[in-house]
């Protein structure tokens, strides 16, 4: 069964350096997302990218932050100076269409 | 914005008792659909419900979906060590982009 799959599986890093967060979303998929799950909380909606755009993103989704899909299978998510704020469980998920995602392991990303 | 919260927060069940959790919405949805995410790992789709006042089951499993379209249900009837995770709810207000999830439940089952 196809599945979504993120890499790193584990991400530490320094406050203040860049880290790019990776996804394969499911290959006849045409809407990617990103969402993100501080330990113990609800997973929280960070950006929504179709048609080679952006097409929504939360608050939370600020200037710090960036995806690109730069070729055919991978989906990036990209924070350009992390904050100690920004460890958290990190997921990518893809949707054919109809609404129904399909989520990745996700990538715990750890700002030391 | 969009509140959705969902009761109760964390329920500890012995092996064999019935569970169940309700998501409430402060707008009406078009539709809601139901994830769980084990300990450790990532939500996974249950199902969707659309319909006003739609019941759907899946074995021991029982979704319902109110008449208002404001509210929905998760009951699972003799609950199971593999049933241990986080039942969240995301209710779609009708745009295509997001998923908000609801607060979660914590289902733990001993035996």
């Known amino acids: 069964e196809p599945e979504v799959t993120q890499t790193p599986s584990h991400q530490v890093t320094q406050m203040g350096q860049e880290v790019i967060l990776r996804c394969v979303p499911i290959?006849?998929?045409?809407?990617f997302y990103w969402y993100r799950q501080i330990l113990g909380q609800k997973v929280e909606f960070l950006v929504s990218?179709?048609?080679?755009?952006?097409?929504?993103k939360s608050e939370i989704f600020d200037d710090q932050f960036s995806v690109e899909r730069p070729d055919g299978s991978n989906f990036t998510l990209k924070i350009r100076s992390t904050k100690l704020e920004d460890s958290a469980m990190y997921f990518c998920?893809?949707?054919?269409?109809?609404?129904?995602?399909?989520f990745g392991p996700g990538t715990r990303l750890t700002v030391t | 914005g969009q509140q959705v919260m969902q009761i109760p927060q964390y329920q500890h069940v012995q092996e064999g008792e019935d569970f169940t959790t309700y998501c409430n919405s402060s707008?009406?949805?078009?539709?809601i659909q139901w994830y769980k995410q084990r300990p450790g790992g990532h939500p996974v789709f249950l199902i969707q419900?659309?319909?006003?006042?739609e019941v759907k089951k899946q074995k021991r499993l029982t979704f319902q979906f109110g008449e208002a379209k404001k509210n929905s249900s998760l009951h699972i009837t003799a609950t199971q060590t593999t049933d241990v995770g986080t039942y969240f709810c995301?209710?779609?207000?009708?745009?295509?982009?997001?998923?908000?999830f609801g607060t979660g439940t914590r289902l733990q089952v001993t035996l």
């Open positions: 998920a893809s949707s054919e269409g109809a609404r129904v995602q399909y």
């Open positions: 290959s006849n998929h045409l809407y």
């Open positions: 990218f179709y048609n080679n755009e952006i097409s929504e």
């Open positions: 707008t009406t949805l078009s539709n």
């Open positions: 419900l659309v319909k006003s006042g």
């Open positions: 995301a209710p779609d207000t009708g745009t295509a982009s997001k998923l908000t």
